[in-house]
């Protein structure tokens, strides 16, 4: 077909055509098809020696793939808003302590004081302090991990304890974020008893869990600590009368509990351990004596 006989809507045609096949510009696929004498077949063999047009293609694809992006990315956030409105404080921009049950409730966390999700969502959404939930923090994360939906966010939720209970770097991550979550406006340290609470809620389930986050490196191979010793150091620091738990002392009783045989009879006096893990590894050893466990 000569261009002679081909009227405009034709032209149109094929050259739409060219651009769908190969994602040619337009004007790529007008100037290919006019060059071939507006042979389609001929014009999509060009397009493959042209180096300009296949370049031309490719930014489009990626600039069209761009914007697809970004309406996906503003829909998204425009549903999160509306999420957010629903529990946010009247007089903030954040959901406040006042609000997050009823949040949290609807993305699937009903037990507030002990399920590991609370944290898991609060670090998700770096939340500042307990109970607050920042409007920016909010859209943003729950964006990033494109979710727009209290049911989307609930099997989220299922996701991160996942990962939580199996993924060392992870379980690491919470954990020490979850330190300064639980501190007092202005405090250095957390108060035992808040320690107590996070401890119980954060580590229960790493060590029942199989495969677990905690991988023990112990000097000889054996186990570290399990739940019957993480018992025995919640009653150590309740007879100790200890009233704060050090960011220090926070952080290092993971690598205690991973390094240090479950026996205690490997143990480095003169290490970089605080004096209260020295104090507790007697009294475990001692424990054990008791309890008729030396052999176990």
């Not at 699937?108 to 399920?115: A, C, L, N, Q, R």
């Not at 979710?147 to 996942?162: I, W, Y």
């Amino acid at each position: 077909m000569s261009a002679k006989k081909l009227t405009v809507a034709d032209q149109r045609k094929l050259i739409d055509q060219l651009s769908n096949i190969t994602n040619a510009t337009a004007t790529d696929s007008n100037r290919l098809l006019k060059t071939y004498r507006w042979n389609l077949e001929l014009a999509i063999s060009g397009f493959f020696d042209d180096a300009l047009a296949q370049q031309n293609a490719a930014n489009n694809t990626s600039r069209l793939a761009g914007s697809a992006s970004a309406k996906a990315k503003k829909d998204r956030e425009t549903k999160l808003l509306a999420i957010f409105d629903q529990f946010k404080d009247e007089k903030e921009y954040a959901i406040t302590i006042e609000q997050v049950a009823d949040y949290f409730e609807a993305i699937g966390i009903t037990e507030m004081d002990s399920d590991i999700a609370v944290y898991l969502v609060s670090y998700e959404l770096k939340s500042p302090s307990m109970g607050r939930l920042p409007q920016k923090e909010f859209i943003e994360s729950w964006s990033a991990l494109k979710v727009d939906s209290t049911e989307a966010m609930a099997n989220e939720v299922k996701n991160l304890r996942a990962k939580y209970l199996t993924d060392p770097e992870y379980f690491k991550k919470v954990y020490r974020y979850v330190y300064d979550l639980g501190k007092q406006d202005g405090a250095k340290v957390i108060v035992r008893d808040m320690a107590v609470a996070l401890w119980q809620s954060l580590l229960p389930p790493v060590f029942q869990s199989n495969p677990s986050a905690i991988q023990y490196s112990t000097t000889n191979g054996a186990r570290g600590m399990g739940e019957r010793e993480f018992g025995w150091w919640l009653e150590f620091l309740e007879e100790q009368k200890t009233k704060g738990i050090s960011k220090d002392l926070w952080t290092l009783f993971i690598e205690f509990a991973v390094k240090v045989p479950y026996t205690y009879d490997v143990y480095d006096e003169d290490g970089a351990w605080p004096s209260l893990l020295d104090e507790f590894t007697d009294y475990a050893k001692n424990r054990r004596k008791r309890e008729g466990l030396d052999n176990a």
